[in-house]
């Protein structure tokens, strides 16, 4: 997404100064972007949320849509910036439609009933020394690591291992007077 707004962004530069207004409003339009993608991974699970097109995102399209091209050059930018800017909402739309846990509950309480029956298996034929213990205990650690990375994982936007914000929230330095 930060991609498609850098190309965005540099589609409207070389487009000319008329697309200033339009470059300006895509700049202000990122924090709130930033804003609904983290803050909806978070509510994702309490309910189920209808999604809406905000309204800095109606009116760049609207904005971009009217821009009206003198030569042939521009006529290619605009198509272009407008296919980089539906690819850019597509792209979105699947984040929210993403969002959410995807693993169910039932498999994950199978999971670690069946990992469990297996270690209790284990235990009933193994003799109980220092070096039998210490590899039972290591195994037992990685499938907990290996579920805990799946799950953590399934939530890109929160948790430990989370995709920061950073990146989307600083794509576009301000545009100089």
Not at 58 to 73: G, K, T, W
Request: aromatic content about 8%; some cysteine; overall charge negative.
């Amino acid at each position: 997404m930060t991609a498609s707004i850098i190309l965005l962004d540099d589609l409207l530069a070389q487009y000319g100064p008329e697309a200033t207004q339009l470059r300006n409003l895509l700049r202000q339009s990122i924090q709130p972007l930033a804003n609904r993608i983290w803050h909806e991974e978070e509510v994702a699970a309490a309910r189920p949320v209808q999604f809406k097109s905000s309204a800095e995102s109606l009116a760049f399209e609207s904005e971009l849509e009217r821009l009206a091209p003198a030569n042939d050059a521009q006529r290619s930018l605009q198509a272009r910036a407008i296919q980089t800017f539906t690819e850019g909402a597509q792209t979105r739309l699947q984040l929210f439609a993403q969002a959410g846990r995807s693993i169910p509950t039932p498999f994950l309480i199978i999971l670690v009933f069946w990992l469990s029956a297996i270690f209790l298996s284990f235990t009933l034929f193994a003799r109980t020394n220092l070096v039998v213990m210490t590899s039972l205990l290591v195994c037992a650690l990685s499938f907990a690591c290996a579920i805990f990375l799946v799950l953590e994982l399934d939530n890109p936007f929160t948790g430990l291992m989370g995709i920061s914000s950073a990146t989307l929230r600083s794509a576009l330095l301000p545009l100089n007077p």
